[in-house]
């Protein structure tokens, strides 16, 4: 009978281990921690809209927390209490505003508007609930700036078409009429141009075809070329480094020497210049060469008149 005692206390231990883990199972399930450390507010609503616990408390579109608990209170007013990280800080005279997740689920969030209050509201301190617009005001304000943004641009596109029948009067209508007969007669031009080019097609590729054999011989010839050039280059260098300033240094004295002589000749005072100036003295020296022409001529005629030989020595003239 003693055992029996103990069977009991651990049935009931294992029982009360077994509500308290499924309790704790529905609360997670439920998105609520089991060892959680976020801080808990609460605010009242007059009518929640569908809100469910464990809706997302979001600021500025970021979710830092959930709705943990709903209760209707004794004056029909809805409280609801939600849990934020430990690391949002709310102000004072900050607003918890009922909005829809998205225009199609419909589903409900919190959506907490910080004040710039530098107070900070201690852990279950009360924030203001604001009730939320509706679908059609959720869609009005969020369609609103874009009908601002609709409306300036069909100002601004009835603007620049009044500014444009402006512009566009009878002559400027004529004027683009002109205009584009003009391009109409350039456009038939180009498709002749374009004809005759296809028509000299063969031509063109008989032209690519040398220009591709000339290729073909430049690059053959390569070798020579580089030869060619590099004698060239071995050219300039032997020019670049011949003396060319010493010779222009000779023939510029060379020159002069040449002057001076031109100039001596030509001054009659001088033996060079009396020769070439005195035409008496090339007369004489004319006669003088007839004559010893004439001897040598004589000379020639009659050697033994000027020249005598003898063998066995020669005797005296009588």
């Known amino acids: 009978m003693a055992g029996k005692p103990r069977n009991e206390i651990k049935i009931g231990l294992m029982v009360a281990i077994t509500i308290t883990l499924f309790i704790l199972g529905i609360n997670f399930l439920r998105g609520k921690g089991i060892f959680s450390s976020d801080k808990k507010y609460m605010t009242v609503y007059s009518d929640i809209q569908g809100l469910q616990e464990s809706a ?33 800080k709310v102000s004072k005279g900050s607003v918890v505003q009922l909005a829809s997740a998205d225009l199609i689920s419909g589903t409900k969030i919190l959506t907490l508007e910080m004040s710039n209050d ?19 005001g959720n869609l009005g304000s969020e369609v609103s700036p874009m009908l601002e943004t609709v409306k300036h641009t069909v100002v601004s596109l009835d603007t620049l ?47 690519i075809k040398n220009a591709n054999s000339i290729t073909g011989n430049l690059a ?20 670049k480094n011949a003396p060319v300033q010493a010779t222009m240094d000779d023939l510029r004295k060379a020159a002069g020497d040449l002057q001076s002589l031109v100039a001596k000749a030509n001054n009659s005072n001088g033996s060079l210049g009396l020769l070439l100036n005195d035409k008496r003295l090339y007369n004489n020296l004319s006669t003088t060469l007839g004559t010893l022409d004439t001897l040598l001529g004589d000379v020639k005629a009659h050697p033994a008149k000027y020249i005598n030989v003898s063998v066995f020595g020669s005797k005296a003239r009588q």
């Open 56 to 88: 997302e408390v979001r600021m500025n579109g970021l979710k830092i927390g959930k709705v943990d608990k709903i209760e209707l209170q004794p004056d029909r007013k809805i409280k609801v209490e939600f849990l934020l990280g430990k690391e949002i």
């Open 220 to 239: 053959a010839n390569n070798a020579q070329i580089n030869n060619t050039l590099n004698n060239l280059q071995d050219f300039s260098a032997s020019l």
């Open 161 to 207: 078409l009044n500014t444009i029948n402006d512009i566009i009067n009878d002559d400027t209508r004529k004027h683009l009429n002109a205009s584009f007969a003009s391009l109409e007669v350039g456009l038939n031009q180009l498709s002749g141009l374009a004809t005759e080019l296809n028509k000299q097609s063969g031509e063109l590729a008989g032209v």
């Open 118 to 136: 530098p107070t900070i509201l201690p852990e279950k301190s009360f924030i203001e609930g604001k009730e939320a617009e509706g679908l059609l």
